[in-house]
Nanobody
């Protein structure tokens, strides 16, 4: 059973940086698109950044110039480098990926369990 495992969240002061990681827990055939979303209580989950299998990226306007999404296809891992963090970036961050578990299956939509990012002084 494939799972996405996230790491790297935590508490950081305004202006600080964090890097989130998202990795598949089992051997897979391939990742297609990979993305990071975030959610605060009482609000809908929103897209933060997405990266295609070819490396094209797209960002929410609120994080452009501060966040960078990347991927390591050899490690089946995605990253979100977050710089110049603001209190309004506080949320639970979720990794999403379209995964082909094997050559003949998928792609299917997978979500990580979420990691808390808190930006506060």
């Amino acid at each position: 059973q494939v799972q996405l495992v996230e790491s790297g969240g935590g508490l950081v002061q305004p202006g600080g940086s964090l890097r989130l990681s998202c990795a598949a827990s089992a051997r897979i055939f391939s990742f297609n698109d990979m993305g990071w979303y975030r959610q605060v209580p009482g609000k809908q989950r929103e897209l933060v950044a997405i990266i295609t299998s070819g490396g094209s990226t797209n960002y929410a306007d609120s994080v452009k110039g501060r966040f960078t999404i990347s991927r390591d296809n050899a490690k089946n891992t995605a990253y979100l480098q977050m710089n110049s963090l603001k209190p309004e970036d506080t949320a639970v961050y979720y990794c999403n990926a379209k995964i082909k578990p094997s050559e003949l299956l998928g792609p299917y939509d997978y979500w990580g369990q979420g990691t808390q990012v808190t930006v506060s002084s």
